[in-house]
């Protein structure tokens, strides 16, 4: 399900969120998005420590939102800006990009994916890192992957392939 209404974002609650409490505790992920008020955010990640939670950054302004749940979530999925925007840090060349992941894994973010548009998607873990080009990259291969356990690398792989 999709919300193209901002507005609807500001509207889901601490209290809806206990309200589906046990549906969301049955959860193989959780998929937050910085559209969601940064109160609820932090309420989804304390309330659901066991569930791996993928956090969407959707624009520039919204994308601090994410700086104070960075220890908790498994993984988050950025655009370049909105990375910078979170870190503070340009991210311009492939060097960069590799220094902005370093810093999201110091921050406990345990799988890390920048969305380059046509550019294809970089991706950091434990496993590895490295991009897979071009893109872009599509969502969905993104959540199953992490669902299922994959390396980041083979979940960024599969998120390029859906659009051969």
């Not at 902005?100 to 920048?114: E, H, I, L, R, Y």
């Not at 872009?136 to 390396?151: E, F, Q, S």
Request: one cysteine or more; a negative charge.
């Amino acid at each position: 399900m999709e919300f193209q209404n901002g507005e609807v974002f500001d509207c889901l609650t601490n209290e809806m969120i206990q309200g589906a409490k046990e549906l969301l505790a049955e959860a193989d992920c959780i998929l937050m998005e910085t559209r969601f008020p940064e109160d609820t955010l932090r309420h989804v990640v304390s309330e659901f420590p066991k569930t791996p939670v993928l956090v969407m950054t959707d624009t520039e302004q919204n994308a601090p939102r994410a700086a104070s749940v960075l220890g908790q979530i498994h993984g988050i999925l950025s655009g370049r800006r909105e990375a910078e925007m979170i870190s503070g840090l340009s991210i311009l060349s492939e060097e960069e990009l590799m220094a902005a992941a370093a810093w999201f894994s110091g921050k406990g973010v345990k799988q890390v994916f920048f969305d380059l548009g046509f550019g294809g998607i970089y991706y950091k873990d434990s496993l590895g890192e490295g991009a897979e080009r071009p893109g872009p990259a599509r969502l969905a291969p993104v959540l199953t992957g992490i669902v299922a356990g994959l390396p980041a690398g083979e979940i960024a792989a599969n998120a390029i392939n859906t659009n051969k």
